[in-house]
């Protein structure tokens, strides 16, 4: 085996003078500024959830999905600012988490930078660390995963590593907190400059040449001239942009000059930088940890299970199928107790209350309780969800789904991290539209938000269930199953065609990183669900409320003469006659009468209303009153139901091992009343055509949400108008052909 | 010894960098990450659809697609 020789080995070059300044700067700042920088996966937010504790504060950078951690916090007598910057694994941005990353350290006026190191991946992470010390801010460095390292039979010396790098090394077990409270001292009142590489003399030349036309530019500082020089050499469009549009395009063209110059040379400073680093970084990482040997680990043994070529696949897919049982056998009683007893209790409590003022008393029964109870219903259910994609996520096996993914998603133009969204969606397309966040670029999550809608989530069943009750009873479990499928079908159809259209992919190469498998801490796995959780809470509260009062609005008011506010029948309200002058418009779906039309109306809000409202049109249930309760009776039965639905979700877990059946609701609702009506209301056609319908025609409330949340309103809008159209034509096909065919 | 193009070794094998092809659409962030000249690379597996492929570059295990393979060449 001759491996072709690698380059001299570089020399480490002294502190520039020019910098020292910022070392004062650390050390008289009245609250220094820290950041803290790592590649991805080397435990860097429970570093600083260890770090901030309680003052952790999360947020978004501005105008991008990207998370924002930050804290200020007292340490030894300092007030200080530690701001986590998104996970690099350098910083020549190629992902809009790096791009910040870069940003911030150029615009934040960073006062030092904590950069945390993966002790078992130590050439790697050395790298970064290297390209981070030519940008001449103070370093001082957290080896993270010294533990899980030893595990590997990968055993660093610290104290060695800082001799070499020239900053203080502090090593930590993040996950137990181990060595945090040394971490800041050592950022604070030890970091330093370090060491720098020396590259090879024409680069060396050129950097030294564009430095010299840095000095004296105030918007250009000492300490980042190495750094920008080195930028520009290796190419980066990014740095090349931004300094072109703050007026220094004298300096790209001086640049330009000087790559032309190396080029005739038949030097790429690209390749000159980066195995100059590289062979830095190798020497460090060899001298601190001399007798590292791979043994086999943890991951290689789970991986052999997780990616087999035959087990690989059927795993992941019993998995998927777990996580949804999970979260339904679980989730589903606390559903039903807020959506039942909680809201009847109240309800009761609210009629006692207003008795005196019916239509205050109305209006809070009849669209305030529901609508609030119909957000919050949501939210065990994505409680349990986000925990468990959290999980699967911070554990390393959603990069591993990826990888099984990618060849069948690569056939409508999407790569395997697509696969993940999509599957969410499912359960809870709300969810969905966030986890389009782990896409690198852009048009890929636009497409995948754009055809997310389309699977079927957990609230559209109930709706398939109760129809397939009445038209298909024989049928029930084919029926269900050609649902979910023909969704995913039309899904993976538009990104076929938007792939081409509307969003072509930009650049291409996939490369998917497969981190070690890791057990996510309880603390971590607990924040990141709940800030998800309440996060829809608070935007649902909002559109879901208004939607939900307008509805009732328009069933109060009377458009016949004679009857008065909101004791009118349906079918004479507002509600009824625009829904009655809509209806021809479905008319050649089948179902062009008043109280279809109508009950698709509040499916909008949220798709599980749709059989409520059915209900109520078909049967002339009037939305029942719950008795005026009093204060003690309430809390009883509130109580009461409470411990019910514990004890029902506890002993529901042994069942999610059990097989899955599709038509296991279906069996309660065989011979309701609903059913029967619907059997005489609809012919199997236009049902069908009616499910598929309702399949398609738009996300709810909710997802419209998180849609403008993060891609804007008009991409939420845009996604409700094609959706509908598509629905509209689908469901006509489905009525032409059952017709002929039924 | 004659250079090939990565996506010819078989799982299990490893080769060490020669190059990256110029229009490598990966060609920056593949350096950042330790495919610099020489350095040792194992073909760890192929997914069960025959494609992406895993591969082991120093202590990372990465994924690319075969396309992305046959543009960075090896030497045994």
């Known amino acids: 085996m001759t491996a072709p020789a690698v380059t001299r080995p570089p020399t480490l070059i002294p502190d520039e003078a020019a910098c020292a300044d910022t070392l004062a700067r650390l050390k008289a700042a009245r609250e220094p500024r820290v950041v803290v920088v790592g590649n991805p996966n080397v435990g860097k937010t429970t570093l600083i959830n260890a770090l901030a504790g309680t003052n952790l504060k999360v947020g978004n950078w501005s105008g991008v999905t990207v998370e924002k951690r930050e804290a200020h916090l007292n340490h030894a007598g300092r007030r200080v600012h530690l701001l986590d910057l998104p996970g690099a694994y350098s910083l020549s941005p190629h992902t809009p988490e ?107 030349r050129a950097v030294e040449a564009l430095s010299t036309r840095m000095v004296g530019v105030d918007t250009l500082p000492p300490h980042a001239h190495r750094y920008l020089a080195l930028t520009l050499l290796e190419g980066d469009p990014s740095v090349r942009g931004r300094l072109n549009a703050t007026g220094h395009a004298a300096l790209v063209q001086a640049a330009n000059a000087q790559l032309l110059e190396l080029d005739t040379q038949g030097l790429d400073p690209l390749i000159e930088i980066a195995e100059a680093r590289y062979a830095l970084a190798g020497d460090i990482a060899r001298a601190a940890a001399p007798q590292a040997q791979a043994r086999r680990t943890v991951t290689e043994r789970l991986d052999a299970l997780a990616l087999h ?52 008393r109305d209006l809070v029964t009849g669209a305030i309780i529901p609508g609030v109870g119909t957000v919050l219903s949501f939210l065990p259910t994505l409680l349990v969800l986000y925990l468990a994609m959290s999980f699967l996520e911070d554990s390393g096996y959603m990069a591993r789904a990826a990888f099984l993914m990618d060849r069948a998603m690569r056939s409508v133009g999407l790569d395997g991290r697509a696969f993940i969204p999509l599957i969410l969606g499912f359960g809870c397309n709300v969810p969905a539209v966030y986890a389009t966040r782990t896409l690198e670029r852009r048009s890929d999550r636009l497409l995948v938000s754009m055809i997310l809608p389309f699977m079927s989530c957990s609230a559209r069943l109930p709706v398939y269930v109760v129809f397939a009750a009445a038209l298909f009873p024989r049928q029930a479990s084919l029926l269900v199953w050609a649902m979910y499928t023909l969704g995913m079908l039309v899904a993976l159809a538009f990104a076929f065609v938007l792939r081409r259209t509307s969003y072509p992919a930009e650049g291409s190469g996939v490369l998917l990183e497969l981190p070690p498998y890791r057990f996510p801490t309880a603390q971590v796995l607990w924040k990141h669900a709940w800030r998800r959780t309440a996060s829809f809470a608070r935007r649902a509260r909002t559109t879901v409320l208004a939607t939900v009062a307008g509805v009732w609005l328009l069933l109060a008011i009377p458009a016949v003469s004679g009857a008065s506010f909101a004791t009118v029948a349906p079918q004479d309200s507002l509600f009824g006659r625009v829904s009655q002058a809509m209806s021809p418009i479905f008319a050649p779906l089948g179902f062009g009468t008043w109280q279809a039309t109508g009950a698709l109306v509040p499916g909008f809000i949220a798709k599980e209303v749709v059989v409520g409202t059915l209900g109520q049109i078909y049967l002339g249930e009037q939305a029942a009153r719950p008795a005026a309760l009093g204060l003690v009776d309430g809390v009883v039965q509130a109580g009461r139901a409470t411990w019910d639905a514990v004890v029902a979700s506890v002993s529901a877990i042994p069942t999610i091992l059990a097989l899955p059946s599709l038509n296991a609701d279906a069996t309660g609702d065989l011979n309701t009343p609903l059913a029967t009506a619907l059997a005489r209301a609809f012919t199997p056609a236009s049902g069908l055509s009616y499910l598929v319908f309702v399949l398609l025609y738009t996300p709810c409330i909710a997802t419209v949400g998180a849609l403008a949340q993060e891609h804007g309103r008009r991409f939420a809008w845009t996604t409700v108008a094609y959706q509908l159209a598509t629905a509209w034509v689908a469901a006509f096909l489905v009525y032409l052909i059952a017709r002929a065919v039924l | 010894m004659p250079d090939v193009p990565l996506d010819s070794l078989a799982p299990g094998q490893t080769a060490h960098v020669v190059a990256l092809d110029p229009a490598h659409p990966l060609r920056r962030r593949l350096m950042e990450l330790g495919f610099v000249r020489g350095a040792p690379v194992t073909v760890v597996r192929r997914a069960p659809l025959g494609d992406p492929v895993e591969l082991r570059i120093g202590a990372t295990l990465l994924a690319l697609r075969a396309d992305d393979l046959r543009l960075i060449r090896v030497r045994a």
């Open chain 1, 98 to 204: 790096e791009l910040i990353t870069r940003t911030a350290l150029l615009d934040e006026a960073p006062d030092a930078v904590l950069n945390v190191l993966d002790a078992g991946n130590l050439e790697r992470n050395l790298y970064l660390t290297l390209q981070l010390m030519d940008y001449r801010l103070p370093v001082a460095v957290a080896l993270n995963l010294v533990d899980e390292a030893r595990e590997k039979g990968v055993q660093v010396d610290s104290r060695a590593l800082s001799r070499l790098l020239g900053v203080p090394v502090v090593e930590t077990v993040a996950s137990r907190a181990r060595g945090t409270d040394t971490v800041l001292d050592s950022a604070l009142g030890h970091a330093t400059l370090g060491i720098g590489v020396r590259y090879p003399e024409a680069i060396e």
């Open chain 1, 309 to 360: 070529p035959w087990l690989g696949i059927p795993l992941f897919l019993a998995l998927v199928l777990l996580v949804f049982r999970l979260t339904f056998t679980v989730a589903a009683p606390f559903v039903d107790l807020i959506g039942g007893p909680l809201q009847d209790t109240l309800t009761g409590w609210a009629s006692a209350a207003l008795s005196w003022f019916p239509l205050a």
